[in-house]
């Protein structure tokens, strides 16, 4: 196993990572930004170096900083997180030129897989369904025209380099076609400097499903179930839970047979996931492959009762992995609601600033992976995630059960946070039943503002209602001391009232 491992990424992730660090023994070396000097990354690991400022062009996404400090600590393993340098083959090239062990696939594996044109070459060859449409990059609109009338309207253009919607347009008719091509191409262009497009066929209500996999150095490949992620709002996930509610052990096992297909083909090594689009009869259809640890992979890690990042590390170091396909078991359901210090009254604008408090929920079934805490700053620099509310239960109803009642407990103020939207969704029908699809939150959003205005306004619903006290409640109760709201004059002298401000100005920070 390593001595030490460089962590090159922030916040949670990079907390998550120290954490697996330290119950490997492995010593854990955090960089950080001027403005994540006394971030919770930092102050979790072993050692810590600054990389210059703020902006992550002039520090996270540095590979000769992040490679100097790793030489210059003496790490033998750089983990990348995700997100910043996690798909970027030069930081997986520039570790094997360091003689540094990159803890991930191959860069080679990385570009194979990681071009969406690419891999659904590889998909096609392996027999893995790929939705109808183009295998290449098309030349230019009139060709794409062409080529939609075979297919057959709606139709969606993709950027080959995409990612996160961007470059992305879905075409209902010919009329629409020219100035969709125009719109995703330069916005494919300025966001990646790569404006080629390709084309699938739109699938209306799909469930964006899928598979993480695992592969060792020594040809062994597993998959590890399933997550659903259809609940998502412009391209970013919400909410993610394991097991997807529509699956079947018949489907599980045809896609997650169809991902170690995809992911052998490309020779792939480490953690990945292998996206699938499915429909209302259960085809599913290969959209692309992660070539990183996600986000969510948690919900994962609570049905297996398996620490990926560990895996990762023992993969990376060369050892076999320590299970096959059928000694995996899934048990009991996971979700997690990706907590944003984000305004949802204002259109979920950032709420960047001091968390003045917090107080995280725990018990029964509970995992926060945070990366904050309270009197520190959330810097307005990157994603305002805060950090991930997990719950597990023995079923999906007690998982969402107790998520409904961790939400109640969270509580942080000083910055608005999204936590008043998983209310809101979780108390929602279609959500209980399981019956979402990829645009379901724009639509259940949009549904919530029509009400609204027809209600006239500001009206709050029961829940917001019945959150805004208990919020209130759970506040005044918990303030004390130097802290306490001003009790009415008239029991005060106004020396007294004089000498409590001065505590106040003088109380030290945490
Ligand atoms: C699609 C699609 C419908 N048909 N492809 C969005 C992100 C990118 N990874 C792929 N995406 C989609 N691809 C075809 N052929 C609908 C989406 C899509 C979507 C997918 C997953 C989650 C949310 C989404 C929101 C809008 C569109």
């Given at each position: ?417 999204n936590v008043s939207l998983f209310r809101r969704i979780l108390s929602s029908s279609d959500f209980q039943r399981g019956a979402i699809y990829t645009r379901w939150l724009d639509d259940f959003l949009s549904a919530e503002t029509a009400a609204k205005s027809r209600d006239g306004g500001e009206e709050q619903t029961q829940a917001e209602q019945a959150a805004a006290i208990a919020a209130f409640l759970w506040h005044t109760s918990h303030r004390s001391g130097a802290n306490a709201p001003e009790t009415p004059a008239i029991t005060k002298s106004r020396w007294k009232t004089q000498s409590w401000r001065e505590q106040v100005k003088r109380e030290p920070q945490p």
């Amino acid at each position: 196993m390593f001595k030490k491992v460089l962590i090159a990424n922030r916040g949670e992730i990079a907390v998550r990572i120290a954490r697996a660090c330290r119950e490997m023994g492995v010593r854990a070396v955090a960089v950080y930004s001027d403005v994540d000097r006394a971030s919770l990354h930092v102050r979790l690991a072993d050692e810590a170096y600054p990389i210059g400022p703020a902006p992550s062009r002039e520090s996270y996404l540095v590979i000769e900083k992040i490679l100097g400090v790793a030489r210059y600590a003496g790490c033998d393993a750089v983990h990348p997180g995700y997100g910043f340098l996690a798909e970027n083959p030069a930081l997986a090239r520039a570790c094997v030129g360091a003689g540094i062990t990159f803890i991930g696939p191959s860069a080679a594996a990385m570009e194979q897989l990681g071009s969406k044109t690419a891999a659904r070459h590889i998909a096609r060859d392996v027999g893995a369904p790929t939705v109808p449409g183009t295998l290449d990059p098309i030349d230019n609109a009139d060709e794409a025209a062409k080529i939609a009338r075979e297919i057959g309207f709606p139709v969606i253009l993709k950027a080959v380099a995409g990612g996160g919607g961007k470059g992305m347009r879905s075409v209902a008719s010919e009329g629409e076609l020219a100035s969709a091509w125009r719109d995703a191409a330069s916005e494919a262009q300025n966001a990646f400097g790569d404006a080629r497009l390709y084309m699938e066929k739109y699938l209306e209500r799909p469930r964006h499903i899928e598979i993480q996999v695992l592969a060792d150095h020594h040809g062994h490949f597993v998959y590890l179930g399933e997550r659903e992620c259809s609940v998502q709002r412009r391209h970013q996930k919400v909410i993610e839970e394991a097991p997807s509610p529509i699956m079947t052990p018949e489907l599980r096992k045809a896609m997650g047979e169809a991902a170690v297909k995809l992911a052998r083909a490309g020779n792939y090594t480490n953690a990945g996931t292998v996206e699938f689009l499915v429909d209302a009869q259960r085809n599913f259809y290969f959209l692309e492959m992660n070539t990183r640890l996600q986000v969510e992979h948690p919900v994962t890690e609570m049905v297996t009762s398996l620490d990926l990042v560990k895996l990762q590390m023992r993969i990376a170091a060369g050892e076999p992995l320590p299970f096959g396909q059928e000694e995996i078991a899934l048990r009991g359901h996971a979700v997690e609601c990706r907590i944003y210090a984000e305004d949802p009254d204002n259109n979920f604008f950032p709420s960047p600033g001091k968390i003045v408090d917090c107080r995280v929920p725990s018990g029964p079934g509970i995992r926060l992976d945070e990366g904050i805490y309270a009197g520190w700053t959330v810097p307005n620099e990157y994603d305002p995630m805060l950090g991930k509310l997990i719950a597990w239960g023995g079923d999906r109803q007690e998982a969402l059960a107790r998520m409904g009642r961790a939400l109640e407990e969270y509580y942080a103020s000083g910055i608005k946070t999204n936590v008043s939207l998983f209310r809101r969704i979780l108390s929602s029908s279609d959500f209980q039943r399981g019956a979402i699809y990829t645009r379901w939150l724009d639509d259940f959003l949009s549904a919530e503002t029509a009400a609204k205005s027809r209600d006239g306004g500001e009206e709050q619903t029961q829940a917001e209602q019945a959150a805004a006290i208990a919020a209130f409640l759970w506040h005044t109760s918990h303030r004390s001391g130097a802290n306490a709201p001003e009790t009415p004059a008239i029991t005060k002298s106004r020396w007294k009232t004089q000498s409590w401000r001065e505590q106040v100005k003088r109380e030290p920070q945490p």
